[in-house]
């Protein structure tokens, strides 16, 4: 089996994808820039990495079917109901490319994130 593509930079990860589902990740990685200015990407893990504070605050990923983004334990949201539909497996929220991608949601995380389990 050849080894898989190792991605540079996020501009080329998101690129890899068909057109409709880069639309979904650049919507995805705005949302998280106008959210935290402060934050750099990287790629990490092979995927997109944004860090706050020297420290990752969320990644995101495309696959065929959904967007992932990680990570998120809904336990530690007091909003933690409306994360449940789309947990899946650890700490991965997955978004199915075929229905609105809640992208207020992704806010409210990013703010939790910030305020709430980072610390200052």
Do not use: W
Request: proline share 9%; hydrophobic share 35%.
């Amino acid at each position: 089996m050849a080894p898989r593509h190792r991605f540079q930079s996020v501009d080329e990860y998101v690129q890899s994808f068909p057109a409709a589902t880069q639309e979904v990740l650049e919507k995805i990685r705005s949302t998280i820039k106008e959210q935290v200015p402060e934050v750099t990407e990287v790629i990490s893990y092979n995927i997109p990495c944004f860090n706050y504070q020297g420290k990752y605050l969320i990644y995101f990923a495309g696959y065929a079917k959904h967007v992932a983004v990680y990570p998120v334990h809904p336990e530690e949201y007091p909003f933690a109901e409306q994360l449940q539909e789309y947990a899946s497996g650890k700490a991965t929220l997955q978004f199915p490319l075929s229905k609105p991608i809640p992208y207020d949601l992704i806010k409210k995380i990013l703010k939790h994130k910030i305020t709430e389990t980072l610390p200052e």
